[in-house]
């Protein structure tokens, strides 16, 4: 992309195969994920803005093609998990190809399944805000908006994993069914009645201790009504904007005897703390080879369909995942 706007932006372009440096190996791409952040950064609302032109794109699965004269530890044809995370600049794998530091490449056990593998990054931010977010805080409950979403539906899978009681929030009764097939013990809709009450039935009559939410928005101080006393909001994503601060200090305060608590989380925590970001990664893989998680993939769409796969993701339509085949 030359500069912001629609899905129209997206442009699938003909250049020559990068040239691996010396300390590089050169992927060649087997799935590519499609993320929000890729969204963002078409609009040119990503506060982490690259330069433009630009190649969106934060995550890929794919193998080696060759390595550069100085590059040890990774060999022509191993299977390798690519993170922009750890690049100057979040993007690069919307591409055929890609050149990259060793620090970017994650070496893949055998028989991994490589599709899955290219919606890592999004499980990486559900552990961090189940995990990190939440570090020293002990919670047996929790409550997830957008929960049949990419990064939803994956804290849904990951915190039922570790045994928590998971309650989804979703718009559509199918996005509902779509959250308790990923794991949830209940499902509600944000606008039916009495959803408060529910919510706190399905917790023991408690609320829920745990809250993760990436809308914002207008109906983030809303979900001070579903903690549990002492219950932590995590808030990790704004895709509707960010809440009035007036009233979401009002909505805290109207539960001051119950003491909730509010922490907001970005995954840029951690850039300067690549180490924390790859022992999380480890973690996944682990998980994903026993197949304790698995995403579920809505569509799989030629990378030439970029645009379209942009479109889908904003339409608010998409259950799980969607991924590009170069």
């Known amino acids: 992309m030359s500069h912001p706007g629609g899905p129209e932006v997206l442009e699938l372009v003909e250049m020559p195969i990068p040239v691996p440096g010396p300390t590089q190996a050169l992927v060649r791409a087997h ?38 004269s100085e590059l040890s530890g990774f060999e022509v044809g191993q299977p390798v998990y690519v993170s922009a995370r750890e ?36 499980y990486q931010v559900a552990w961090h805000v189940l995990n990190s977010a939440s570090r020293g805080f002990e919670y047996r409950s929790v409550l997830v908006t957008a929960a049949a979403g990419g990064i939803g539906s994956a804290c849904v899978q990951l915190a039922t994993a570790a045994g928590k009681r998971v309650i989804a929030l979703t718009s ?26 529910k919510i706190r039935e399905a917790t023991g ?51 001051l005897g119950d003491s909730p608590g509010l922490r907001l989380f970005s995954m840029h925590t951690f850039d300067h703390d690549p180490q924390q970001r790859r022992r999380c990664t480890e973690a996944l893989l682990d998980l994903f080879s026993r197949r304790v998680v ?33």
Not at 104 to 110: D, T, Y
Not at 233 to 246: K, M, N, Q, R, S
Request: contains cysteine; proline residues 9%; aromatic residues 8%.
């Open 31 to 68: 799935t590519i994920g499609v993320n929000m952040p890729e969204v963002l950064v078409r609009r040119g609302a990503y506060p982490w803005m690259p330069p433009l032109p630009a190649i969106p794109g934060i995550e890929m699965s794919g193998t080696i093609a060759s390595v550069g």
């Open 172 to 197: 559509s009764r199918e996005k509902a069914q779509f959250a308790i097939g990923s794991g949830a013990a209940a499902a509600f809709l944000y606008d039916e009645p009495d959803v408060a009450a």
């Open 294 to 326: 698995r995403p579920t993939i809505q569509e799989r769409l030629p990378l030439a369909e970029a645009g379209r796969a942009h479109a889908l993701l904003e339409s608010g339509k998409v259950l799980g995942k969607l991924v590009l085949s170069p």
């Open 205 to 255: 009559g408690k609320g829920a201790d745990l809250v993760l939410d990436a809308v914002a928005g207008a109906r983030f101080p809303t979900l001070f009504e579903y903690t549990a006393p002492l219950g932590l909001a995590v808030l990790y994503g704004f895709l509707t904007g960010w809440p009035d601060g007036a009233a979401l200090f009002d909505a805290m305060r109207a539960r």
């Open 87 to 122: 690049l100057p600049h979040r993007c690069g794998c919307y591409a055929e190809y890609i050149a990259v530091d060793a620090k970017a490449l994650i070496a893949l056990p055998p028989g991994m399944d490589m599709e899955a593998v290219a919606t890592l990054s999004g």
